[in-house]
Each structure stands twice: as structure tokens, then as C-alpha cells.
């Protein structure tokens, strides 16, 4: 028989290391939701549901103010089923209806077998704004010739100073009229200017067409139940016509040519369009659209259909100072750029081709050592080039960064000489670079070992160019 004082020691034992059961709980979210707007939520298990699933019942504390469904367009109700599937730890996604802006209202989870659960709706106004992949818009800029372009209204979450918060759908069973207001149709039209959000979607299109440069504002007006919105209910919208690319802040020798570009804003139209070049001083740069044309003061370029640009090329005829050209085109803004005139020169490269651009930036290697190594062999002969280049006005070199075709209505007389004819002979020494073209060609044929020096002189004209004018050329046996 057991003492009675040992039978309550193994009571009490058992009742401190027994352990203690509880059920798992369902666990509802809270959200926030606009007046009218619907949020999705789910519920939560702290154990995975049972084999055959799990079904659980939502409630609203107040159906007149905060309702479900199960899809974004479903029938509204204060109650709602759901099957968790087995070993799953989340419902099913649901919709949670806001009808009302203040204030909050309790919704409860029940389950069988499952501690029940509550959560909190808190309501909060809504309103309609503009905005572009769901974030608020509040200016708009385009051209003239840009097309229809689509524009959006959003419902949105508005928090109790009436600041945007983010969008929400619009309640199941529900749809938003919105009116749009366009303060100047002149610059631009839309159409419709009455949209319908409809239930279970956030946002409506519509299409903004604009026909003339200015400004206008577009207005969203609030429906019944929706407030006003502190920002992005008006949409400030600049019409501008479209602009033009031009090459700009370039160089270019005294009876050199450089080649251009432009480019166009926007695409052309169906009847392309037709760009009008102009040079600000014709005594100082003509216009061409072909490297071998003459220069005029004027030039048009047509852009067909569908192409947005277009070349031309820049005549200098002056050395020193700056001088400007225009681009004008119907329904584009005007576009001027500045060309910097510059000496121009001759320098002479071997098989390595024109000086190398090092020359230009480090005095020490422009007047270094320039040539080549040969042998006797070599009887079809080694090239020699001279070329035109713009020189740069601080330093008067030049190298393959700066060479540019001679200008058309210019030709340059290149005049070589070779210090020792002996050591080997150019197969000419006078040679032309036509208008278009940027070098001329000729070869060194070797005679006897040693060394010589070809120089290339500068013509009337030109200006003396102080790298790269000789070539050391050394023959081996």
C-alpha cells in the first residue's frame, strides 16, 4: 500500500510534466481598404490542414461595411467558405470589400478542430487619379507628332489626409464612372471623356491625341463615394513639337570637308519630311549632300516615310574662328550648330598608315623619330601617303583622328622630296589629292642600302604642320 504522501508526490509530479495541448490557430490578416475597393488577403494556419482538407468560415462584424468574395468579380457576401488543401499552411486567396472611409470593422476564421481567429479591416477613403503602370502621374510631355498615346485612370487607397497610397480594384458588383475634363482642345483631344472602371479592375484606358504645341490640363473628377485625391487628379500635359539632332561642335580644316548627320525626333509621317540646311556665312562653310558636289549656302535632305534620318557633308572654307548652320523642317523645331574652323595641313605616313592620334596629345612623340625599316628586296616598293588633315589651332599637329577630305572646288598638290635618291626613289613625287578623296599614293622603291629622308612640303594655302612631315626610311641589304 502506497503512504498517502508518496500517492501526492506522483500526482503532482504528473500534473507539472504532463504536457499541455492546445488547438492550432487560423490566423486572419489585417488590411486597410478604400471605400468601395476591394484588397486580397489570406489566412493563415499554424499546422498544415489535415488530410481531406480543411474548411473554413470568414464573418464580418458589419456587412453593411466590409463584405467578401472569393474572385475579384464574385458575388459579395458577409460570409465566406474556403477549402485549405491538405498539408497546406495558407487559404485560398480572397477579396475583402470596403464599404466605408473611417473607422474599422473585426472579421473573424473558424475552423473545425482549429482555434478561431480575428482580424481587422481598417476602411479608408478612395479616389481616382491618373498614373502610368499604377504610379500617380502627375505631367505629361510629348510632340506634336507622336500619335494617339494611351493615357489611365486608377482607383486608388487614399489614407485620412487624402494622400495616394496605391491602387485597388474596384468592389465586385460595382463600376466607377469617371469623367475626364481636357482645359484646352486645341493642343490636345481625348477620347472618351467618360470612363467606367468596372468591378474587379483597378484602372480604365483612355487615348490622348495631341494636334498642336501648348499646354492643356487634364481633370479626373471624383464619383459619388470617392474623394478628391491631394494629388495626381490633374494631369499637366506639354505639347511640343518634336526636335532634331544635328552634328554639332565639330572641327573642320580650311578646304576640308567633314561629314554629317541628323536626326529626327520623332520617325516622318506618311509624307516624310523634308529638312532645309542653311549656313549661316557662305564665305565661310557651304553645304553639300555628296562628298564630290559643290558647296552651297542651302541644302534640303529628304526623310521618306517611316526613316528618322539623314547625311550631309560640311564645306570649310576659312581657317580660323566659328560659324554656324541650321536645320529647319515643318512641324519640327529649328536646330543650329556650331562648327569650329581650323588651319589644315599635310602630314605623310608609311605602311603604319596616318600618324597615330598619341601625336596629338604628347608633344615628345610628335617630334620623334617617323619612318620605316626596308630591304633590298622589297623591289615592288614600300607605300608612302600623304594626307589632309585638320590641324589643331594650338598645336598645329595632326594624325588619324584629324584627317578630312579635301573640300569639292579644291585640289591639293602634294610635292614630295627624298633627301638621297640613291638609297632609293619614290615612283612619283608629285601627286594630287583630289576633291572627295584624303590621301595620295605613291611608293618607295629601294636602290642601295643606307638611309634617306622623304619630306612632304605644304602647298599654298596650307599651313606647315609640325608633326609627321618626314619619314626616316632605312634600307637593308
Known amino acids: ?27 486572419p490578416e489585417n488590411v486597410t481598404v478604400g471605400q468601395h475597393l476591394a484588397i486580397v488577403a489570406t489566412i493563415a494556419l499554424d499546422e498544415p490542414a489535415p488530410a481531406g482538407g480543411l474548411k473554413l468560415t470568414l464573418a464580418s462584424s458589419d456587412p453593411d461595411l466590409v463584405r467578401f468574395t472569393a474572385t475579384p468579380g464574385g458575388a459579395a457576401s458577409p460570409s465566406l467558405d474556403l477549402l485549405v488543401h491538405a498539408g497546406y499552411r495558407n487559404s485560398p486567396e480572397f477579396y475583402i470589400q470596403g464599404h466605408g472611409k473611417a473607422g474599422s470593422v473585426n472579421y473573424t476564421a473558424t475552423a473545425p478542430g482549429f482555434a478561431g481567429g480575428t482580424g481587422t479591416v481598417t476602411l479608408s477613403p478612395s479616389g481616382v487619379i491618373f498614373a502610368r503602370s499604377g504610379a500617380g502621374l502627375s505631367q505629361f510631355r510629348t510632340t506634336t507628332g507622336a500619335g494617339k498615346q494611351e493615357l489611365a485612370v486608377y482607383s486608388v487607397l487614399l489614407d485620412p489626409q487624402l494622400n495616394v497610397m496605391h491602387p485597388q480594384p474596384v468592389a465586385s458588383g460595382q463600376s466607377v464612372s469617371v469623367e475626364v ?93 523634308t529638312v532645309t540646311l542653311t549656313s549661316s556665312d557662305p564665305a565661310k562653310l557651304l553645304l553639300s549632300t555628296s562628298p564630290t558636289e559643290p558647296g552651297l549656302k542651302q541644302i534640303t535632305i529628304p526623310v521618306p516615310p517611316g526613316g528618322f534620318n539623314g547625311s550631309f557633308y560640311l564645306h570649310a572654307l576659312a581657317g580660323s574662328g566659328h560659324v554656324t548652320y541650321r536645320a529647319t523642317a515643318l512641324g519640327f523645331r529649328d536646330r543650329e550648330a556650331t562648327v569650329a574652323l581650323t588651319p589644315s595641313g599635310l602630314v605623310i605616313g608609311g605602311p603604319q598608315g596616318p600618324p597615330d592620334e598619341a601625336e596629338l596629345l604628347n608633344k615628345e612623340i610628335a617630334e620623334g623619330p617617323h619612318g620605316f625599316v626596308t630591304n633590298m628586296s622589297e623591289r615592288d616598293g614600300t607605300v608612302v601617303s600623304a594626307y589632309s588633315v585638320q590641324l589643331d589651332p594650338a598645336t598645329l599637329r595632326g594624325a588619324d583622328l584629324t584627317v578630312q577630305a579635301v573640300r569639292p ?54 599651313t606647315q604642320a609640325r608633326n609627321s612631315t618626314s619619314l626616316s626610311i632605312t634600307v637593308r641589304q
Not at 2 to 13: D, E, G, H, L, M
Not at 221 to 232: E, I, K, M, R, Y
Not at 419 to 430: N, T, W, Y
Request: charged share 15%.
Open 409 to 462: 572646288g579644291a585640289t591639293v598638290a602634294v610635292v614630295l622630296t627624298n633627301s638621297d635618291p640613291a638609297v632609293g626613289k619614290l615612283r612619283e613625287s608629285r601627286l594630287v589629292i583630289p576633291p572627295g578623296k584624303s590621301s595620295a599614293v605613291t611608293y618607295f622603291v629601294p636602290g642601295a642600302p643606307g638611309m634617306t629622308k622623304v619630306a612632304v612640303a605644304t602647298p599654298d594655302g596650307y
Open 181 to 273: 475634363t481636357n482645359s484646352d482642345k486645341t493642343v490636345a483631344a481625348i477620347e472618351p471623356s467618360r470612363l467606367t472602371i468596372q468591378s474587379g479592375n483597378a484602372h480604365a484606358s483612355l487615348e490622348f491625341q495631341p494636334l498642336s504645341a501648348g499646354e492643356t490640363v487634364l481633370s479626373v473628377t471624383a464619383p459619388h463615394g470617392f474623394s478628391s485625391p491631394t494629388q495626381f487628379a490633374t494631369l499637366a500635359v506639354t505639347v511640343i513639337k518634336p526636335g532634331m539632332g544635328l552634328t554639332d561642335e565639330i572641327s573642320i580644316g580650311r578646304d576640308l570637308q567633314a561629314h554629317g548627320t541628323l536626326t529626327l525626333g520623332e520617325v516622318a509621317g506618311a509624307q516624310g519630311v
Open 1 to 27: 500500500m502506497i503512504p498517502n504522501w508518496q500517492r501526492t508526490a506522483i500526482v503532482a509530479s504528473a500534473i507539472v510534466f504532463s504536457p499541455v495541448l492546445r488547438a492550432a490557430r487560423l490566423i
